[in-house]
């Protein structure tokens, strides 16, 4: 694979043109990729509403009919459901565990 990246000042934004000899499953993921750098989530914290990047998540959890996006230095509501988020974000790496997974060496009490 060849990567060539060139500055043209008259650009508004970052095109990419991806050029392969047949589409396949390297090319799907790059894709899926690239445009996980575009895809937001729409949440709110307690004065406004925000446009969250995926690649900015660490995790979501579902709390009593509620659904929160834990970033690295806050965390945010979103009016979307966990089964609705999981469809949007399983392309990009995300996976859905149990809760008793999280911590699996804590002694039960």
């Known amino acids: 694979m060849k990567i060539k990246a060139e500055q043209d000042l008259s650009c508004n934004e970052i095109e990419i043109i991806i050029k392969y000899p047949q589409k396949d499953m390297q090319v799907n993921r790059i894709i899926d990729f690239l445009q996980s750098f575009d895809m937001q989530i729409k949440c709110t914290d307690d004065h406004a509403e925000r446009m969250i990047n995926i690649l900015d998540i660490y995790y979501i959890e579902s709390v ?46």
């Open 64 to 109: 009593d009919k509620k659904t929160f996006v834990y970033l690295e230095n806050g965390v945010y509501r979103t009016d979307f459901r966990l089964y609705q988020l999981k469809n949007k974000l399983q392309t990009y790496g995300f996976v859905q565990i149990s809760k008793s997974c999280m911590n699996p060496d804590k002694e039960k009490t």
